[in-house]
């Protein structure tokens, strides 16, 4: 399907909505016509006339009183009639729900919905497809409405309680972005079928206890500093989630700084798996260091101002000099058994990124205390 074609998406306010439309715009799909409740049935008899395609997501999942739930065929009804006019073959995409499964009021109403759609595609021609969703995550979900994974991010980041009745209950999600890539692959026909349904990938599964244990440790590593295992596919999607749920006043938080009058040392970032970071700013003039480590290494990047690293092997007096300077970035690895130190010697404050393979651990820092310079040092003896 060429960009260019009309989109006709129902349900465009809503979650999934709001998000499928800003991805086809980022995309260049630049013809949405975007139908949504309370808009009269003109406008979708309108946008009906033109469309090419059609994302149906307009659904009811809270009405007043069970008869509410009649909508969610009754307007699908609707809206097929309508594309029946045309005598075109207009694709129709629905997102349905696993409630359909069910035998509740919600669940019979999609389940209608669903035959609805199929039975349009058999009409017609069309193609016609029909994804069953479970529990769906992703930025823009209202929380205390339908998602766990909302309302526990939400309140989270507030610091508030999660209700959890059933910690062991199992529960399966799938996250928004990889519901966007199904839905657009669908534009062009290529979609993933088990029987007359499309399946979303990857899909997720976890216990109530598990995603709450994750989601309030995103909270905790602000204090910590610990990242999260983003290399876990579900745990990327979450955190990404998570950080979508803070307060706009809270986006930024503070390090805890470790402040002399040589300058300034802070932690920034620690992984389970990967070490940490830190930030080393250096007054001009001012040297730091003068240890060495038998297993932790560093790897030392100056993005900010000039200095002089300085390394000596350990029984050995010979004097190793690494100019550095954010004029040409560059990295230095500090080898273990090698004392070694930085200088700073330019005319401002020297700004020094810094990893270590490990995480620091006061009790056992591996970080002993030792002359670099030798030479100057039994000079400065003699005087």
């Not at 989109?7 to 998000?19: E, H, K």
């Not at 598990?210 to 955190?239: C, W």
């Amino acid at each position: 399907m060429e960009q260019s074609m009309k989109i006709l998406i129902t349900g465009a306010n809503g979650f999934i909505g709001r998000n499928l439309c800003a991805h086809l715009e980022a995309a260049g799909y630049d013809s949405l016509l975007k139908y949504d409740r309370p808009d009269n049935d003109a406008l979708l008899f309108q946008y009906a006339s033109v469309c090419d395609f059609v994302f149906h997501l307009a659904g009811i999942n809270r009405p007043e009183d069970e008869s509410g739930f009649a909508e969610n065929y009754l307007f699908t009804d609707l809206l097929l009639q309508r594309l029946r006019q045309e005598k075109r073959k207009i694709p129709v995409l629905m997102s349905s729900s696993v409630q359909a499964l069910l035998d509740n009021p919600y669940g019979r109403s999609k389940k209608k919905a669903e035959e609805l759609v199929f039975q349009y595609g058999r009409e017609t021609g069309a193609d016609s497809y029909v994804f069953r969703l479970p529990n769906v995550f992703g930025k823009w979900c209202a929380p205390n409405y339908n998602s766990v994974v909302a309302t526990f991010c939400h309140n989270t980041a507030r610091g508030l309680s999660l209700r959890i009745d059933n910690p062991d209950a199992a529960l399966t999600l799938v996250y928004i972005d990889d519901i966007l890539k199904a839905f657009t692959e669908a534009l062009s026909g290529n979609v993933q079928r088990r029987g007359d349904f499309c399946e979303i990938d990857p899909i997720f599964f976890a216990t109530v206890g598990q995603l709450a244990e994750t989601i309030k440790g995103f909270r905790e590593s602000r204090q910590n500093l610990m990242l999260a295992q983003v290399g876990d596919p579900l745990t990327h999607r979450l955190y990404s989630t998570y950080l979508s749920y803070l307060p706009e006043e809270e986006f930024s938080y503070a390090l805890l700084e470790h402040r002399d009058s040589r300058g300034v040392f802070a932690e920034a970032l620690k992984s389970r798996g990967a070490g940490q970071v830190s930030v080393n700013i250096t007054k001009p003039g001012m040297a730091k260091g003068g240890h060495w480590h038998h297993t932790k290494t560093e790897k030392l990047i100056v993005v900010s101002g000039s200095g002089l690293i300085r390394f000596r092997k350990l029984n050995d007096e010979k004097l190793l000099l690494y100019p550095v300077s954010a004029e040409r970035l560059e990295i230095v690895d500090i080898p273990p058994g090698y004392t070694h130190d930085i200088i700073n010697t330019g005319n401002c404050d020297m700004v020094m990124l810094v990893w270590a393979n490990q995480v620091f651990d006061p009790d056992h820092p591996d970080t002993y205390p030792a002359i670099v310079d030798l030479s100057a040092a039994k000079q400065k003896g003699d005087d």
